[in-house]
């Protein structure tokens, strides 16, 4: 309160209503602080602020009238007033000394009423004052949110693309050349994730430090939103310097973010447009910034791409598959192939593989490559997987009951794992479709399983206790650690495709595929071999011990009825032309 009663002074604020009580009454009156310093005073009070410390000690006691007197040797008493704001004091008001050569008032109680009038009124200009403060102190808020980022303090989206409008006009009169840059934090999600939010807000401003660094003075940075920042230099020569500026940035982000005792890693894609070459407008410049970025994103992450023309028509039309793509999961426009695993031993079909389809009204049949990874991406993989999963086990509960007892391997994606919810819904559609747990194989590919490892581990032990197999799908593509390979609650073990069609004429390939083989015996693990599609690397895979063979050798995918007919006819090698 006490910078509010030095403002209020300082102002003048006290000025007359101080001398126009001296005048009137003759007394002297003061203003003192809590630790009994005078701030104002009209005329002379006895004393020193020694002394009005002592009096303050014991101003609560006693004080019936809301003041308090204090007798001096000469028979004279002063008023001390407590000043109370929100049950605290800003300061006493002291007036005296009181008696009847000096005071000018009648009766003292007038006197006394008139001070406690004006204690009444100090309290009104402090109140007063004080709400100004806030007001100003909320309208300089509402600046602030107004034109900076609250997270980093940098300048927000509309005063970037004010600023932005102006330097594309002086480009326009001066014929520059100006690049705009469009960042976004590849796996900032994570960071929240793991830290939680205060810690992704400590990684966003680093980043903005980050940026600044290399921008300076040469242009302007702002944080759009979420993760995602942009940053203009309106003094490039040409687009290889541009070029050099925007790789520069995503190399800064690939270093180590130090918080607290946490080492981050938050890597950056970077996109670039130039004035005039990609746009001569500042909306068009920003659209194809971001189309560039986005290209980035879906190139591999951690790298800087310069717009290009075929850019934005690949990103409106992945705008308009994302639409399309929430329809057919509400629709469940989706249909199911299958493809079937060879027995070495038995020679016969044992296991098939539910692969999805997207049965489009327009396009007809969409291989999953096309859609799954914006279904990650959206958020839609986690029911379009529940969908998945409960068809392919109600269509094995299916085949059981026409005398077939194939199994059914279904594929998930890691978000479908991290979901808390994921194990009780496998009971749940097993409960439901009646499948016995055992014919049911769920496959996660190592690369994803092994981002969190320790979680994951936990989640598949669940889903093995519930009598589910798995299976570690793509094996060799990943991080291929020994050092966990052990741990996991895992039946089978896939050996991925990029390693088969090399097996026959790369002695290497060769030897990394009996290292495998040898590998999964030793932990009792099955193999499968992928993507199988000539004769020769069936024989050699086989001979090599690996129990089951996938791929267009045995047969493509088929329709649920294909296979099971495929099933009865024998289903044994010599019969694969027919689905050929």
Same mark, same amino acid.
């Given at each position: 309160?006490?910078?509010?009663?030095?403002?209020?002074?300082?102002?003048?604020?006290?000025?007359?209503?101080?001398?126009?009580?001296?005048?009137?009454?003759?007394?002297p009156l003061?203003?003192?602080?809590?630790?009994?310093?005078?701030?104002?005073?009209?005329?002379?009070?006895?004393?020193?602020?020694?002394?009005?410390?002592?009096?303050?000690?014991?101003?609560?006691?006693?004080?019936?009238?809301?003041?308090?007197?204090?007798?001096?040797?000469?028979?004279?008493?002063y008023?001390?007033?407590?000043i109370?704001?929100?049950?605290?004091?800003?300061?006493?008001?002291?007036?005296?000394?009181?008696?009847?050569?000096?005071?000018?008032?009648?009766?003292?109680?007038?006197?006394?009423?008139?001070?406690?009038i004006?204690?009444?009124?100090?309290?009104?200009?402090?109140?007063?004052?004080?709400?100004?403060?806030?007001?100003?102190?909320?309208?300089?808020?509402?600046?602030?949110?107004?034109?900076?980022?609250?997270?980093t303090?940098?300048?927000?989206?509309?005063?970037?693309?004010?600023?932005?409008?102006?330097?594309?006009?002086?480009?326009?009169?001066?014929?520059?050349?100006?690049?705009?840059?469009?960042?976004?934090?590849?796996?900032?999600?994570?960071?929240?994730?793991?830290f939680?939010?205060?810690?992704?807000?400590?990684?966003?401003?680093?980043?903005?430090?980050?940026?600044?660094?290399?921008?300076?003075?040469?242009?302007?940075?702002?944080?759009?939103?979420?993760?995602?920042?942009?940053?203009?230099?309106?003094?490039?020569?040409?687009?290889?310097?541009?070029?050099?500026?925007?790789?520069?940035?995503?190399?800064?982000?690939?270093?180590?973010?130090?918080?607290?005792?946490?080492?981050?890693?938050?890597?950056?894609?970077?996109?670039?447009?130039?004035?005039p070459?990609?746009?001569?407008?500042?909306?068009?410049l920003?659209k194809?910034?971001?189309?560039?970025?986005?290209?980035?994103?879906s190139?591999?992450?951690?790298?800087?791409?310069?717009?290009?023309?075929?850019?934005?028509?690949?990103?409106?039309?992945?705008?308009?598959?994302?639409?399309?793509?929430?329809?057919?999961?509400?629709?469940?426009?989706?249909?199911?192939?299958?493809?079937?695993?060879?027995?070495?031993?038995?020679?016969?079909?044992?296991?098939?593989?539910?692969?999805?389809?997207?049965?489009h009204?327009?396009?007809?049949?969409?291989?999953?490559?096309?859609?799954?990874?914006?279904a990650?991406?959206?958020?839609l993989?986690?029911?379009?997987?529940?969908?998945?999963?409960?068809t392919?086990?109600?269509?094995?509960?299916?085949?059981?009951?026409?005398?077939?007892?194939?199994?059914?391997?279904?594929?998930?994606?890691?978000?479908?794992l991290?979901?808390?919810?994921?194990?009780?819904s496998?009971?749940?559609?097993?409960?439901?479709?009646?499948?016995?747990? +055992?014919?049911?194989?769920? $496959? %996660?590919?190592?690369?994803?399983? /092994?981002?969190?490892i320790?979680?994951? *581990?936990?989640? @598949?032990?669940?889903?093995?206790d519930m009598?589910?197999?798995?299976?570690?799908?793509?094996?060799?593509?990943?991080?291929?650690?020994l050092?966990?390979?052990?741990?996991l609650?895992?039946?089978?073990?896939?050996?991925? +495709?990029?390693?088969?069609? $090399? %097996?026959?004429?790369d002695?290497? /390939?060769?030897?990394?595929?009996?290292? *495998?083989?040898? @590998?999964?015996?030793?932990?009792?693990?099955?193999?499968?071999?992928?993507?199988?599609?000539?004769e020769?690397?069936?024989?050699?895979?086989?001979?090599?011990?690996?129990?089951r063979?996938?791929?267009?050798?045995?047969?493509?995918?088929?329709?649920?009825?294909?296979?099971?007919?495929?099933?009865?006819s024998?289903?044994?090698?010599?019969?694969?032309?027919?689905?050929?």
């Amino acid at each position: 309160m006490k910078y509010l009663l030095e403002d209020l002074i300082e102002a003048g604020e006290f000025d007359d209503i101080f001398d126009d009580f001296f005048i009137s009454t003759g007394l002297p009156l003061g203003l003192i602080d809590n630790k009994g310093d005078m701030l104002i005073q009209s005329g002379m009070i006895k004393g020193d602020s020694h002394t009005y410390a002592e009096w303050l000690k014991d101003i609560t006691v006693n004080i019936n009238e809301g003041y308090r007197l204090y007798g001096c040797s000469d028979g004279s008493s002063y008023a001390v007033f407590p000043i109370n704001m929100e049950s605290k004091s800003a300061g006493y008001l002291i007036s005296g000394p009181l008696n009847l050569t000096n005071c000018r008032i009648s009766e003292s109680s007038n006197l006394l009423l008139t001070l406690k009038i004006l204690c009444h009124l100090i309290y009104e200009k402090i109140k007063s004052k004080k709400a100004r403060v806030a007001q100003e102190a909320a309208e300089k808020q509402l600046e602030i949110c107004t034109l900076l980022d609250p997270v980093t303090y940098l300048p927000n989206r509309m005063q970037f693309f004010q600023r932005l409008d102006i330097e594309v006009g002086c480009c326009k009169a001066g014929d520059a050349k100006l690049a705009l840059f469009s960042l976004d934090l590849d796996n900032f999600k994570d960071i929240n994730d793991a830290f939680g939010y205060e810690y992704g807000d400590i990684v966003l401003r680093k980043s903005a430090e980050q940026l600044r660094k290399i921008i300076g003075s040469r242009g302007l940075v702002c944080r759009f939103g979420g993760d995602q920042f942009a940053a203009f230099i309106s003094d490039v020569k040409d687009e290889e310097e541009a070029l050099h500026i925007g790789e520069s940035i995503a190399d800064l982000f690939k270093s180590i973010i130090r918080v607290d005792d946490y080492e981050m890693l938050c890597c950056a894609s970077v996109g670039i447009a130039l004035y005039p070459d990609h746009g001569r407008e500042y909306k068009a410049l920003i659209k194809n910034a971001d189309a560039a970025m986005h290209d980035a994103k879906s190139s591999g992450k951690s790298q800087c791409k310069l717009y290009e023309s075929t850019m934005a028509i690949e990103v409106k039309s992945r705008t308009l598959l994302e639409v399309e793509l929430k329809k057919a999961v509400d629709e469940e426009q989706f249909l199911l192939y299958y493809q079937p695993l060879l027995d070495y031993k038995s020679g016969r079909i044992t296991k098939a593989e539910a692969l999805i389809r997207w049965d489009h009204p327009q396009y007809g049949l969409i291989p999953p490559s096309e859609f799954i990874n914006i279904a990650e991406e959206d958020g839609l993989i986690i029911s379009m997987g529940e969908w998945v999963l409960r068809t392919a086990c109600e269509q094995c509960k299916t085949w059981h009951d026409n005398g077939c007892p194939l199994s059914v391997s279904v594929n998930i994606s890691a978000i479908q794992l991290q979901n808390d919810f994921f194990a009780e819904s496998v009971r749940n559609i097993l409960n439901t479709t009646g499948l016995d747990p +055992k014919y049911l194989e769920l $496959e %996660v590919t190592e690369s994803e399983l /092994i981002k969190r490892i320790d979680e994951n *581990i936990d989640k @598949l032990k669940e889903l093995r206790d519930m009598g589910v197999r798995i299976a570690l799908d793509d094996f060799g593509t990943g991080y291929s650690s020994l050092s966990y390979l052990y741990m996991l609650p895992i039946s089978d073990l896939k050996i991925d +495709k990029s390693f088969i069609d $090399e %097996v026959c004429s790369d002695r290497r /390939i060769e030897a990394i595929i009996d290292g *495998i083989i040898l @590998l999964s015996k030793g932990l009792d693990l099955d193999v499968t071999a992928e993507g199988v599609e000539k004769e020769e690397q069936f024989k050699l895979l086989a001979d090599k011990g690996c129990d089951r063979i996938q791929g267009y050798y045995i047969s493509r995918p088929l329709e649920a009825s294909r296979l099971e007919e495929f099933y009865t006819s024998g289903g044994a090698v010599n019969d694969f032309s027919m689905v050929l």
